[in-house]
């Protein structure tokens, strides 16, 4: 399996573009997490799907934050419009979702986001 | 101006030495803990797991130590190799929810 797939792995881009950022989970997966990482506040949990369902979005930071997982192969994180303080690298990772109610995370490689 | 980021505590050791990690974990009503490797450029990978009804559990190097009475969580990695040069993540999960909280993370660094 390729593991989990994100694109871009860059992106630059200027205060008011709108950006969306891409994820491909690993095949067979039920859970997909998007995360945020940043020298301030470390890495934080943005929402979450099970079954393309969000479950908990409430990382969110803001309305100009949108996800979207049309359908289990492919998710989208939006922003819109895009402000310098979102720059970060995002994260998307992938569980299989186990019995026992948590099961490991794949991390995909991440883009970083450059806002200016 | 410049951020002012996270402080992230640094580990320094010999290569071939062991190294010990620490992690100090919040809510004790976590009962299922793993530690993440992630080196620079890449995300997060799975190194160990361990869930409350254990206090110690190995790996190939790695032994992860787990004790709920001072919710604290600790990574051992034996003969270190500069291949171990990495940030560490120790995170935290209650069993039935999907959610895990990472901490900020330690910083090794191996010196050949």
């Known amino acids: 399996d390729a593991g989990v797939i994100q694109s871009p792995r860059h992106e630059v881009t200027e205060m008011g573009q709108e950006v969306t950022l891409r994820c491909k989970p690993i095949s067979g997966h039920d859970y997909l997490f998007w995360y945020r990482q940043t020298m301030m506040r470390g890495l934080e949990l943005l929402i979450y799907f099970n079954n393309n369902v969000p479950i908990d979005d409430s990382g969110m930071p803001e309305d100009r934050f949108s996800a979207k997982m049309p359908n289990a192969s492919f998710s989208t994180l939006k922003i819109q419009p895009s402000e310098p303080r979102d720059s970060a690298v995002y994260f998307c990772?992938?569980?299989?979702?186990?019995?026992?109610?948590?099961?490991?995370?794949?991390f995909g490689p991440g883009t970083r986001l450059t806002v200016l | 101006g410049e951020n002012v980021g996270l402080h992230l505590p640094t580990l320094s050791v010999q290569e071939g030495d062991n190294s010990i990690i620490n992690c100090a974990y919040s809510?004790?009503?976590?009962?299922?803990f793993i530690w993440y490797k992630q080196e620079s450029g890449k995300g997060p990978q799975f190194i160990i797991d361990?869930?409350?009804?254990?206090d110690k559990r190995q790996g190939q190097r790695v032994t992860v130590l787990l004790n709920k009475t001072v919710k604290h969580l600790s990574l051992q990695i034996a003969a270190t190799q500069p291949g171990d040069s990495a940030v560490y993540f120790c995170?935290?999960?209650?069993?039935?929810?999907?959610?895990?909280?990472f901490g900020i993370g330690t910083k090794l660094q191996v010196i050949p």
């Open positions: 361990i869930r409350s009804n254990m």
């Open positions: 809510n004790s009503a976590s009962d299922y």
């Open positions: 995170a935290e999960n209650i069993r039935g929810y999907q959610k895990v909280t």
């Open positions: 990772a992938s569980s299989l979702g186990g019995q026992s109610g948590t099961d490991t995370q794949y």
